[in-house]
């Protein structure tokens, strides 16, 4: 019987494998371990409880296809199966979506890809999300391999939502507790002068949900600061220009490098990380290299977070629970 134990260096043995931290508060580098093998039980539990306690686990040299891919996520929950996906997407695995999709959605509204990204992204703040953070039930988990990447730059970073909870005051922790935000698709937009067909598009597929400002992980119970960049914008109940400065509080909070861990990607890399837990920064310091970076996501579905008081969230428009 393997028995976990720890190591002076930090690193961990559960269920035969080993999980090394990366960072002081999030991130664990796990090896000994062939996703594309068949998992037992113990390493199925093992990969799960560091994802609970590291938030974002990472794996090396990797040999996984499409199918593989799927079948290691099946292994944690229910794979999503999006209802639009690009072309780069495999058309015959519909729970995998290669982010190269995302290179077609600038040209689709008159833009070039680079002008799409900074009409999204113009602050430093606006680039951190969840995935579909704006959902009635945003997924629980997402797992990324990595294709191809370049010789340098393409890094994402990830952050504790927990730990950045932790890490504030007490009176304000006591603040934020009882507060609800709304988070909505584009909501951080800057449209072009004139006609912009990215806002009427926006206008026309609105997804929106209020949910808590402070959710409750259904696994773990912790406490997580549920806020990010790129959809909430208003805090319900306060003013507009208390609402900014609350959230630009809360941001700066959230990701402030303490909390965070950086991963340099490599062919074969897959980072496996809580959705429900964290916000992640995609990297802006590849596109002038000329090199490409291709990459496969699967996401497992969530459910629908409940703030301190146990109240869940509520949808606006555009999604309901399990329904994609």
């Known amino acids: 019987?393997?028995?976990d134990r720890g190591t002076a260096q930090g690193t961990e043995q559960r269920g035969g494998i080993e999980v090394k931290p990366a960072a002081g508060h999030i991130g664990a580098e796990i090896t000994g371990v062939d996703l594309a093998g068949d998992l037992d039980d113990a390493q199925v539990a093992a990969i799960r409880a560091a994802v609970l306690r590291?938030?974002?686990?990472?794996?090396?040299?990797?040999?996984?296809?499409?199918?593989?891919?799927?079948?290691?996520?099946?292994?944690?929950?229910?794979?999503v199966v999006l209802r639009r996906r690009g072309k780069a997407s495999p058309p015959d695995v519909p729970e995998v979506e290669t982010t190269a999709d995302r290179l077609e959605l600038g040209g689709r509204f008159g833009m070039a890809h680079d002008e799409w990204l900074r009409r999204r992204r113009h602050t430093l703040l606006r680039g951190w999300h969840c995935d579909h953070g704006a959902r009635i039930d945003p997924p629980a988990a997402t797992i990324l391999r990595a294709e191809t990447v370049p010789p340098y730059g393409g890094d994402t970073t990830w952050s504790n939502l927990a730990a950045a909870y932790a890490g504030l005051s007490a009176p304000l922790r006591a603040f934020v507790d009882g507060l609800r935000a709304e988070h909505?698709?584009?909501v951080g937009y800057?449209?072009?002068?004139?006609?912009?067909?990215?806002?009427?598009?926006?206008?026309?597929?609105?997804?929106?949900?209020?949910?808590?400002?402070?959710?409750?992980?259904?696994?773990?119970g912790e406490r997580v600061l549920y806020v990010n960049g790129y959809y909430v914008e208003q805090i319900t109940g306060l003013s507009r220009?208390?609402?900014?400065?609350?959230?630009d509080l809360l941001l700066e909070q959230a990701t402030r490098p303490e909390?965070?861990?950086?991963?340099?990607?490599?062919p074969g890399s897959v980072a496996f990380w809580d959705n429900r837990a964290t916000i992640h920064l995609a990297p802006s310091d590849h596109a002038h290299l000329d090199s490409p970076r291709i990459m496969h996501r699967v996401m497992?579905?969530?459910?629908?977070?409940a703030g301190v008081d146990g109240r869940p969230s509520e949808a606006i428009t555009g999604s309901a629970p399990g329904r994609w």
């Open 1 to 3: 019987m393997t028995t």
């Open 54 to 79: 590291w938030k974002v686990v990472f794996f090396r040299e990797q040999r996984l296809d499409h199918a593989r891919h799927v079948a290691f996520a099946r292994r944690f929950g229910e794979p």
């Open 184 to 186: 909505r698709l584009g």
């Open 190 to 220: 800057q449209p072009r002068p004139g006609d912009d067909a990215y806002v009427r598009h926006l206008l026309e597929h609105q997804i929106a949900s209020v949910h808590p400002l402070v959710r409750v992980h259904p696994e773990t």
């Open 241 to 247: 220009a208390e609402s900014r400065a609350v959230l």
């Open 259 to 266: 909390y965070t861990v950086r991963f340099r990607w490599e």
């Open 300 to 305: 497992l579905a969530g459910d629908v977070p």
